[in-house]
């Protein structure tokens, strides 16, 4: 007999067992399905979770360099405070930025604050409001999606005039269109000259896409006289960043007149952090949802374990009679190893079933998206978990003695 013939008949043979017994088997699938649905929901959310953060990030761009009083991430509260008691960014080193950079294509100086916002009845609180330039659409890749964005002239010294982003611009005028409307920001007069494109994702949850941009002369004259720029610095070529990051630490050590030896009193900013970030939590989620789907699993491998040991000792007879006419150990040992491998099987096949309508659930909450990965990871997962639950029992019915097995009663 080869290996295919028994592998078929070792196939028929346990499906015949387990329909013979299906309200065991179902009972010895419940651990394997609570199992890989986990597995399965936990691999949605972080696939979703990492595609959106990455499409979010790709939309600023890796080639932009951001440049602080201090860094994003801090290591400790002392060395926040620190950052916090170094001088202001001034909109005086921008412009000398934009002068004296040689591998920067576009520079912007951003500064941004909180206020209400009116439009006829209607009122929206706490709008994240962005006081910036004509080059801020080109260091953070935004996309107008009706009319146009803040002009050069605008933006040294022109009309009040703003930007809305697209859940600004929906909050504010639902789906009338807001070009030419004028609204109040701190019950100041703004005309709008454009929307942006959405962006979604983690930026568009109350980040880019319920901004509000406004030129930085009516900023300093409407909100705050005296603000801490953030400096975005976009790089001409990609492979030229680490060269970018050096020659702007130079130009602003020079701008800020610090003396050879004195540490930097700025901080350059870089996506790669948030990246970096954004893998540590991701890990740490993965490795909590390694741990509870495979104590799941653990208990649901030993739930089909001792079910197949219980099955072995129902039929050791049948094995005795296969042994007597026959049968090698290798055709009893992939007999027991299929019909496990089977029960486990039908157990994601469930799961996927399960997963496949929470998934649509989850996704309304945050992003989430059942891939043909995630499927084929959890079909081998429940596919390992039968073979190795069943190995022992298998094991044990292919070593027994015909002789002994034929005396069961």
């Given amino acids: 007999m080869n290996l295919l013939t028994e592998l078929r008949e070792g196939l028929s043979i346990s499906w015949s067992a387990i329909r013979a017994n299906k309200l065991r088997s179902a009972l010895t699938t419940l651990g394997i399905v609570i199992g890989i649905v986990t597995v399965t929901l936990m691999g949605t959310a972080i696939s979703g979770l990492n595609s959106s953060f990455m499409t979010s990030v790709s939309s600023i761009g890796a080639d932009v360099l951001f440049v602080d009083r201090r860094s994003w991430f801090t290591k400790s509260a002392q060395e926040w405070i620190q950052g916090q008691k170094r001088p202001i960014i001034t909109l005086a080193i921008a412009e000398g930025l934009a002068r004296q950079l040689t591998l920067a294509s576009a520079v912007a100086p951003v500064a941004d604050t909180e206020a209400d916002v009116n439009y006829q009845k209607r009122r929206a609180s706490s709008v994240s409001i962005v006081g910036t330039t004509e080059n801020y659409i080109t260091t953070m890749g935004l996309t107008v999606a009706a009319g146009r964005f803040l002009s050069a002239g605008e933006c040294n010294g022109g009309r009040p005039v703003c930007v809305l982003g697209s859940v600004a611009a929906t909050n504010l005028f639902l789906e009338a269109s807001p070009l030419g409307q004028k609204i109040l920001i701190d019950q100041h007069p703004f005309e709008v000259v454009g929307v942006l494109e959405k962006l979604g994702g983690f930026a568009g949850d109350g980040g ?38 050096d020659e702007l630490r130079l130009v602003m050590r020079r701008l800020r007149q610090l003396p050879p030896g004195k540490p930097d009193d700025f901080a350059i900013n870089q996506q790669d952090q948030f990246l970096e970030l954004f893998h540590q939590l991701a890990g740490t989620i993965g490795m909590v949802g390694i741990f509870i789907t495979g104590l799941s699993l653990f208990v649901g491998g030993i739930g089909i374990m001792n079910i197949m040991f219980v099955s072995v ?5 049948e094995i005795g009679v296969r042994k007597a006419i026959g049968a090698k150990r290798r055709t009893i040992l992939l007999q027991f190893l299929i019909e496990a491998a089977s029960i486990c099987l039908l157990g994601g ?23 043909p990965t995630i499927v084929g ?17 298998a094991w044990r019915a292919a070593r027994m003695n015909p002789v002994d097995a034929l005396r069961n009663e």
């Avoid at 096949?349 to 891939?371: G, Y």
């Avoid at 990871?377 to 029992?393: C, E, K, Y």
């Fill in 208 to 245: 880019l896409d319920s901004q509000i941009m406004i030129p930085i002369p009516q900023y300093t004259k409407n909100l705050e006289r005296n603000p801490n720029y953030e400096i975005q610095v976009k790089v001409s070529h990609l492979e030229q960043i680490e060269d970018a990051a």
């Fill in 377 to 393: 990871i959890a079909l081998l997962v429940s596919l390992v978990t039968g073979v190795v639950s069943g190995f022992l029992p």
């Fill in 313 to 317: 000792a129902e039929r050791t007879r």
């Fill in 349 to 371: 096949l469930i799961a996927l079933a399960i997963a496949w309508p929470a998934t649509l659930l989850l996704n309304k909450i945050m992003p989430a998206a059942l891939s």
